[in-house]
C-alpha cells in the first residue's frame, strides 16, 4: 500500500478536478504526517527545555560547606576577606572559591557589596 495515490485520468479524490495534479493524500499518509510532525515538536520542545534547566539537577556536594555572608567595607579586598577567614588554610584556595561561589568576574570588590564567604 502507498500513502500517495495518482490518479491517471487527472482527476482529483473522488472525482472532482480541485487538484490539478492529481494527486492525494490516504488516510494513512495523513495520519503518518501527523506523526511525524507530532514527534519532531516533541523534540523541539524537549531541547528547548533542556537549555532552558529543566533537565538539571542540584546534587550536594561531597564537603557542604556553610556559608557566611559579608558586606565589603571601603579598603578590605579580595585577600584580606580571605585572609580573616581562611583560619589558618590556604588563602589562594579561599580566594578561588570565592571567585566561583559569587561568580566575580575579577578580584575587584566594591564597598557594600555582599559575598558569600564559604566557612570549612
Known sequence: MSTLAINSLNQGF?????????????RRGRLARAFVVASLAVLLLAGIANRAGA??????VAGL???????????DTLWSLAGAMASGGDIRSLMAEIVSVNSLVSYDLAAGQKLRIPLK
Open 65 to 75: 560547606s556553610t556559608y557566611v555572608t559579608v558586606t565589603v567595607a571601603p579598603g
Open 14 to 26: 473522488y472525482g472532482n478536478s480541485t487538484n490539478p495534479s492529481g494527486a492525494y493524500i490516504t
Open 55 to 60: 533537565g538539571t539537577s542540584i546534587s550536594p
